[in-house]
T-cell receptor
Framework: QKEVEQNSGPLSVPEGAIASLNCTYSDRGSQSFFWYRQYSGKSPELIMFIYSNGDKEDGRFTAQLNKASQYVSLLIRDSQPSDSATYLCAVNSGNQFYFGTGTSLTVIP | EADIYQTPRYLVIGTGKKITLECSQTMGHDKMYWYQQDPGMELHLIHYSYGVNSTEKGDLSSESTVSRIRTEHFPLTLESARPSHTSQYLC??????????????FGSGTQLSVL
């Protein structure tokens, strides 16, 4: 069974702080990795995509991938109240997408 | 603008009714998916399709059925709705652009309530 595990939440950070979300996956054959943001009652929105080891930055978001450790993370710098949402980690393996259960993030003003 | 369209956005219906949730995409993607998600809970894949006339059941057993007669259209049907079907239904499609890796995109979802 291919599994995607996310660090248990909920996670609370003060406004302006760095939020760190973590994810591990079981299938070494996984090829690409995603972070989705989902606001309450809304559908998931793709915010980051990474497939090579290392860091990928997009504005305040940085995705980090370590294939040897089977670990992917999302850093949100200068966290804003509008970042409060559930963040879903997903991997693509064997032409299928596998999702974690999500980490709820609250940014406190 | 390329997008994934789901209708209706909200649906309240009585037990025993037949319903069809519509999903269309203008992304040009071959692969389409239906997920079910209860509030605060994880996503569950219920159906997927890799192309026209190709449909498969997902990880979560569902009493719904799907069809894929056109590339852009992937409707989901419940023959007889029950209160246990109350949930959010998310349609998605995936395709590879540029990098050669597939990316998955979601529609806005249909919130179904069966009374």
């Amino acid at each position: 069974q291919k599994e995607v595990e996310q660090n248990s939440g909920p996670l609370s950070v003060p406004e302006g702080a760095i939020a760190s979300l973590n994810c591990t996956y079981s299938d070494r054959g996984s090829q690409s990795f995603f972070w989705y943001r989902q606001y309450s009652g809304k559908s998931p929105e793709l915010i980051m995509f990474i497939y090579s080891n290392g860091d990928k930055e997009d504005g305040r978001f940085t995705a980090q991938l370590n294939k040897a450790s089977q670990y992917v993370s999302l850093l949100i710098r200068d966290s804003q109240p509008s970042d409060s949402a559930t963040y879903l980690c997903a991997v693509n393996s064997g032409n299928q997408f596998y999702f974690g259960t999500g980490t709820s993030l609250t940014v406190i003003p | 603008e390329a997008d994934i369209y789901q209708t209706p956005r909200y649906l309240v219906i009585g037990t025993g009714k037949k319903i069809t949730l519509e999903c269309s995409q203008t992304m040009g993607h071959d692969k389409m998916y239906w997920y079910q998600q209860d509030p605060g809970m994880e996503l569950h894949l219920i159906h997927y399709s890799y192309g026209v006339n190709s449909t498969e059941k997902g990880d979560l057993s569902s009493e719904s059925t799907v069809s894929r007669i056109r590339t852009e259209h992937f409707p989901l049907t419940l023959e007889s709705a029950r209160p246990s079907h109350t949930s959010q239904y998310l349609c998605a499609s995936s395709g590879s652009v540029g990098t050669g890796f597939e990316k998955l995109f979601f529609g806005s979802g249909t919130q179904l309530s069966v009374l």
